[in-house]
């Protein structure tokens, strides 16, 4: 989790790297019931109406596009579980193609993305619950990775130590100490 944008995926797709993560909350909301139509560009809502693109917004330097209907909210039985506002109003990211390529093939591989969380959660699990390492020392994006840089060294030459002790080597000789 935290690494859920569509520039992230994008980035990964184009570094032919095949990416298992889960959906952002902010990408997984309940407009999963309506059926986006990319033919006609438009969201087809659970009553079959269509919701047809209106226009584009900007939130957090990026943009968005609306969808909505409003003469079809207005007249809808399901508004009030809908929605609270006058009329429905989607936001389509311009990653959500690529978003949703990533969630699915995520949910349709669980005993991989099992497998990732294994490998990769384990260090960082270690770090923060075992060793305490909850927030950072330093400000600024250098120190950041330098602190980040440091700490992943420290468990990278722990596990290296660990490793040789428990087939019972002896460190110092392989490392020609």
Request: glycine letters at 4%; hydrophobic letters at 30%; a positive charge.
């Given at each position: 989790?935290g690494?859920?944008?569509?520039?992230?995926?994008?980035?990964?797709a184009?570094?032919?790297?095949?990416?298992?993560?889960?959906?952002?909350?902010?990408?997984?909301?309940?407009k999963?019931?309506?059926?986006?139509d990319?033919e006609?560009?438009?969201?087809i809502?659970?009553?079959?109406?269509n919701?047809?693109?209106m226009?584009i917004?900007?939130?957090?330097?990026?943009?968005?596009?609306?969808?909505?209907?409003?003469?079809?909210?207005?007249?809808?039985?399901?508004?009030?579980?809908?929605?609270?506002?006058?009329y429905?109003?989607?936001?389509?990211?311009?990653?959500q193609d690529?978003?949703?390529?990533?969630?699915?093939?995520?949910?349709?591989?669980?005993?991989l993305?099992r497998k990732r969380?294994e490998?990769?959660?384990?260090?960082?699990?270690t770090?923060?619950?075992?060793?305490?390492?909850?927030?950072?020392?330093?400000?600024?994006?250098?120190k950041?990775?330098?602190e980040?840089?440091?700490?992943?060294?420290a468990y990278?030459?722990?596990?290296?130590?660990?490793i040789?002790?428990e087939?019972?080597?002896?460190?110092?000789?392989?490392?020609?100490?």
């Open positions: 989790m690494y859920s944008s569509g520039e992230t995926y994008e980035y990964l184009a570094q032919d790297i095949t990416a298992y993560i889960p959906a952002h909350a902010a990408y997984r909301t309940d999963d019931e309506f059926t986006h990319k006609n560009d438009c969201y809502c659970p009553c079959l109406k919701l047809k693109f226009r917004q900007k939130n957090d330097s990026k943009e968005y596009r609306v969808y909505s209907n409003y003469s079809a909210c207005g007249k809808c039985t399901r508004k009030q579980e809908c929605t609270k506002s006058k429905r109003k989607i936001l389509r990211s311009p990653y690529t978003l949703d390529i990533v969630d699915e093939r995520t949910r349709n591989s669980k005993a993305y969380q490998i990769v959660e384990h260090p960082f699990g770090i923060k619950a075992v060793w305490g390492f909850r927030q950072f020392l330093c400000r600024t994006k250098p950041v990775t330098a980040t840089a440091m700490a992943c060294l990278n030459l722990r596990r290296v130590i660990n040789f002790t087939k019972g080597e002896n460190l110092t000789l392989k490392m020609g100490i």
